[in-house]
C-alpha cells in the first residue's frame, strides 16, 4: 500500500514510520525536513495547504496524519481543522478511500467528561472544552466524519494523550512520567502507539463497523477512567506496555 505521511516528522513519526516501513511504500511529508536522508521519499508540505496537500497525495492508497500544532491560534486552525478539511479533499480528489487521523483524547473527552466521569468510550457525544487544540481538532473530526458519509471515504480517528519511553519512562516534555510521580490516565507506550496506527492503515474496510470510527489508543490501567476495548475488538490492538513502574509504585508516606 502507498501511503502519505503528513507531519512524519513530529513526535509520533519516528515510531510510527519503523512499524509500516517494512511493509508499505511511503511518502513522509512536513514542513520540517528530516535531520538526515532516510529510505523514505520526503516532501516539503505543509498541511494547511491545499494544493500541496492533494498534489502530495496523488497515486496513494491511505493518507495519514500525524501533524500537529497547539499554541497559535490562526496556526492551529491551519494544521488541526483546514489540515483535516484538505486530507479530505486529496482523497476525494484522488479516489482515496483510506484516511486515518490523529488527535487528544479531548477532542472527544474534555474536562467535563474527564473530571467526573469513568468508563469512557469513544462512540459517546464530544465535548472538548474550550481549549484551543482540543477545538480545532475536534473541528477537524468532524469535517472528516462529514466527508466519510457524503462521499466514498473510510476515516478511522486514533485518539491519544501521553506518550512514554517504556524503559525509561521518560516524554519528551519532561514532567509526569519519571518513576515516583503520578501517571496521566491516558497513557501509552510510544511503540503501542506505532502498533495502533499501523493496525488501522491495513484494517480490513469492509469489517469496519462504519465508514467513520474513533478509537481509544492507551495502555490498561487499572482506574478504568477510559475503555479501550474497542480498538482491542476492531483493530485487534493489544499493548504490549503497561506502565506498571508509574502506578504500583509505593504510597508516599
Known amino acids: 500500500m502507498k501511503v502519505l505521511i503528513l507531519g512524519a516528522n513530529g513526535m509520533l513519526g519516528p515510531w510510527v514510520v519503523p512499524a509500516l516501513e517494512?511493509?508499505?511504500?511511503?511518502?513522509?511529508?512536513?514542513?520540517?525536513?528530516?535531520?538526515?536522508?532516510?529510505?523514505?521519499?520526503?516532501?516539503?508540505?505543509?498541511?494547511?495547504?491545499?494544493?500541496?496537500?492533494?498534489?502530495?497525495?496523488?497515486?496513494?492508497?491511505?493518507?495519514?496524519?500525524?501533524?500537529?500544532?497547539?499554541?497559535?491560534?490562526?496556526?492551529?486552525?491551519?494544521?488541526?481543522?483546514?489540515?483535516?478539511?484538505?486530507?479530505?479533499?486529496?482523497?476525494?480528489?484522488?479516489?482515496?478511500r483510506r484516511i486515518i487521523n490523529t488527535g487528544p483524547h479531548y477532542q472527544l473527552a474534555g474536562?467535563?467528561?474527564?473530571?467526573?466521569?469513568?468508563?469512557?468510550?469513544?462512540?459517546?457525544?464530544?465535548?472538548?472544552?474550550?481549549?484551543?487544540?482540543?477545538?480545532?481538532?475536534?473541528?477537524?473530526?468532524?469535517?472528516?466524519?462529514?466527508?466519510?458519509?457524503?462521499?466514498?471515504?473510510?476515516?478511522?480517528?486514533?485518539?491519544?494523550?501521553?506518550?512514554?519511553?517504556?524503559?525509561?519512562?521518560?516524554r519528551p516534555e519532561g514532567g509526569f512520567g519519571s518513576p515516583g510521580k503520578d501517571l496521566w490516565p491516558f497513557s501509552v507506550s510510544w511503540q503501542d502507539a506505532g502498533e495502533a496506527v499501523r493496525l488501522a492503515v491495513e484494517a480490513e474496510l469492509a469489517r469496519l463497523p462504519s465508514n467513520y470510527e474513533t478509537f481509544d489508543i492507551f495502555t490498561d490501567l487499572p482506574h478504568g477512567r477510559y475503555v479501550n476495548s474497542k480498538a482491542r475488538t476492531v483493530l485487534g490492538w493489544q499493548p504490549r506496555h503497561f506502565l506498571e513502574s508509574i502506578w504500583t509504585r509505593p504510597y508516599p508516606r
Open 22 to 96: 517494512n511493509r508499505h511504500e511511503l511518502l513522509l511529508t512536513d514542513i520540517v525536513p528530516p535531520k538526515s536522508p532516510g529510505r523514505h521519499p520526503f516532501l516539503k508540505v505543509d498541511v494547511g495547504d491545499l494544493p500541496a496537500v492533494v498534489a502530495a497525495a496523488q497515486g496513494m492508497d491511505c493518507i495519514l496524519n500525524l501533524s500537529v500544532l497547539r499554541w497559535d491560534r490562526k496556526l492551529a486552525f491551519d494544521v488541526s481543522t483546514r489540515g483535516n478539511y484538505n486530507m479530505a479533499v486529496a482523497a476525494v480528489t484522488h479516489g482515496i
Open 111 to 170: 474536562p467535563t467528561y474527564e473530571d467526573f466521569d469513568f468508563g469512557l468510550t469513544p462512540d459517546m457525544p464530544p465535548q472538548p472544552g474550550t481549549r484551543l487544540y482540543a477545538l480545532t481538532k475536534a473541528l477537524g473530526q468532524e469535517i472528516l466524519r462529514v466527508f466519510a458519509e457524503r462521499h466514498d471515504l473510510y476515516v478511522q480517528t486514533l485518539l491519544f494523550c501521553n506518550f512514554y519511553d517504556p524503559t525509561t519512562m521518560a
